[in-house]
């Protein structure tokens, strides 16, 4: 059975940290893999139309809304794919540009000037970071054109200028930065402009209409400005270029590439084809590059403990450093026990690596396998960190001690990441854990900042902020609290459930039992043993926070019992997610898409022609507006 909300949830949150952050969640092939099972089995979803991801609600830029919308492209991956586009199309010459794996920007001019530069965020809505726009390479703050009002391109950092940023790190002693592409996230959206001179940002697209996407180009580079490489071909041309580029040349191009995007040349074909109902462009593709792959010989395995509850244990291969899409390459996950036994890796095996999304080191596989037993790598059978004996958990190697100080770090990460409080990161818990200042969650609260100033690299100023963001955590609701214990399956959606299901207070759930969690629809007999272990195993770190946090109260009301609720489109007082918790906490049920026994869809624009409308119309689905909505809960 797949699950709609945790496969939602995981991909927003991998979408969050690709546009938002510097570290991605998962790799290109689990991204696309995840994203394939939500779009076929929930095509209506309001995520399937949405583009990027909303800009992070913890910033100081400022957010904006664009004055074209900024849309993304539908991908391929093969030459039939490809082949059958262009048939519908069937252009005489098709415009091909690079892929360029940057950060998308919309810069705004008026009567020439520039007057704003918004990142793309979710299409709609984006984050202004002009300030430091100003400082990047191949930026005009002033064109020769006042027709031009906006001019769209993308922020890469060239591989010279990404070593000369890691050659400041290393003379200052900091940490240097792990590839071009996140780099461009972090100092693009610096609060203090730092390194953004060594930013540059390549056009492709102005918002002056012209006969031909050729035109349109020559146009740009006639503003003195530089465009992402792009050609004029045929259909045949395009296949060509694409096996030249994935077998020899984007190795060798000084920033980085994921593939290639073809669009039809000619403005009435593209005024034809138009765009999608996921609003993606009918007259435009990305066909991307596989991850790139290079060959390497194994030194040895190590495994690590992750920071999970489950006290899984991680494999990482250390390998002969080799330089993969411009980066140097030493270590390689293997990800779990069972692929670590598929690979049946030995001391001075040669494997194939691969960077999945051009960002994660993967061994796709290795390509000597000697057999020999005295070379062959081994699981442990006891912990790295514990040295406690080890268990094996379908396709995990797990250390089953509760004590474990890998353990302890993981719980202490999962309660920062879970209230999401900002300057904490899993480094700095690591030194607090080592300095003997943490050992469980509750000690975040009674952190002093002399105790953090004695600490190495860390000022006055740090200390501070560090302070602040754990005590503006102090009151926090029910699910995010328990998401906070780092329970093993007992993620923040079970606990939504149980609210919804009347366990809507701390004390409900520390004293449910197996009987009532068997009773909610959804949580099966081996979940519901591991929950009550869980909440077991963690009362004296419950009770020790409950001296410093408060648990928002929950008024779970009848008025929407029996009653089911879809949504689509914005609303004006409330998100989804508030809109949902409105729906739980009345003792509604929340549903994603339309189906015959859905009670009502809710939507301020009631006569669109979205997808869940006429889903809803055609099964007899009643629609609402919000004012309604609000109004079954307050009367």
Request: hydrophobic letters at 35%.
């Amino acid at each position: 059975m797949i699950k709609y909300e945790e496969l939602k949830q995981k991909i927003i949150a991998a979408k969050n940290a690709y546009y938002n952050s510097e570290t991605p969640l998962l790799t290109d092939d689990e991204y696309d893999t995840i994203w394939f099972i939500f779009k076929t089995n929930f095509p209506d979803d309001d995520l399937c139309k949405s583009i990027g991801t909303p800009p992070s609600s913890v910033t100081e830029w400022k957010k904006k809304k664009h004055q074209i919308p900024m849309s993304s492209l539908d991908k391929i991956n093969k030459e039939e794919e490809f082949i059958k586009w262009s048939k519908k199309i069937n252009d005489n010459f098709y415009i091909e540009m690079e892929k360029l794996d940057g950060i998308s920007i919309d810069l705004v001019y008026e009567s020439g000037i520039l007057v704003d530069a918004i990142t793309r965020g979710d299409g709609m809505i984006g984050e202004s970071i002009l300030s430091n726009v100003k400082k990047m390479k191949n930026v005009k703050h002033e064109i020769n054109s006042k027709e031009i009002q906006n001019l769209r391109g993308e922020i890469l950092i060239f591989q010279k200028d990404f070593e000369d940023i890691n050659k400041i790190l290393t003379q200052s002693k900091k940490n240097i930065l792990e590839n071009p592409r996140n780099a461009t996230t972090g100092i693009s959206k610096r609060y203090d402009g730092k390194f953004s001179e060594y930013c540059t940002i390549l056009y492709y697209d102005c918002d002056k209409e012209f006969e031909t996407i050729e035109d349109k180009m020559n146009f740009i580079e006639s503003l003195n400005l530089k465009t992402c490489w792009w050609e004029k071909v045929t259909k045949e041309q395009i296949i060509k270029n694409y096996n030249f580029y994935n077998n020899e040349k984007r190795i060798k191009i000084p920033y980085d590439i994921d593939g290639l995007v073809i669009s039809c040349n000619s403005q009435n074909l593209i005024d034809e084809f138009g765009y999608n109902s996921n609003n993606l462009p009918n007259f435009s593709i990305a066909w991307k590059f596989p991850p790139m792959k290079v060959k390497t010989k194994i030194i040895n395995v190590e495994w690590q403990l992750g920071n999970g509850g489950e006290g899984r244990l991680t494999p990482v291969a250390n390998l002969e450093t080799v330089k993969c899409g411009g980066v140097n390459i030493s270590h390689a996950t293997l990800h779990n026990l069972e692929i670590f036994k598929s690979l049946n890796l030995q001391k001075k095996d040669i494997v194939e690596i691969s960077r999945r999304n051009d960002v994660i080191p993967y061994i796709e596989k290795n390509l000597t396998n000697y057999n020999d037993s005295n070379l062959k790598f081994k699981e442990p059978d006891y912990c790295p960190v514990c040295n406690y004996k080890t268990e094996i958990q379908g396709k995990f190697l797990i250390c089953p001690n509760i004590n474990c100080k890998g353990k302890e770090i993981g719980n202490l990460n999962r309660w920062i990441n879970a209230l999401n409080i900002m300057d904490i990161s899993n480094k700095t818990i690591e030194l607090f854990y080592n300095n003997n200042l943490i050992k469980k969650p509750s000690d975040f609260y009674s952190l002093k900042i002399n105790d953090i100033l004695n600490l190495e690299r860390m000022g006055i100023k740090s200390a501070k902020k560090i302070i602040k963001n754990i005590q503006d955590k102090i009151d926090i609701d029910l699910s995010t609290f328990v998401e906070g214990l780092n329970i093993p399956h007992f993620s923040k959606s079970r606990a939504e459930l149980l609210i919804k299901n009347n366990f809507n207070t701390l004390e409900k759930i520390l004293n449910i039992t197996k009987k009532d969690l068997l009773s909610i629809k959804g949580i099966e007999e081996k979940i519901s043993e591991k929950i009550i272990l869980g909440l077991q195993s963690k009362k004296e770190i419950i009770f020790e926070l409950l001296h410093y946090i408060n648990i928002k109260e929950i008024n779970l009301c009848t008025k929407l019992s029996g009653l089911s609720f879809c949504v689509t489109g914005s609303l004006e007082t409330m998100d989804r997610k508030e809109f949902k918790s409105k729906v739980i906490q009345n003792s509604g049920e929340y549903k994603s898409s339309i189906t015959k026994t859905l009670s009502y869809l809710v939507t301020n624009d009631t006569e669109s022609g979205t997808g869940k409308n006429k889903k809803a119309k055609e099964n007899n689905v009643k629609i609402i507006n919000e004012q309604e909505f609000i109004s079954m809960i307050e009367n």
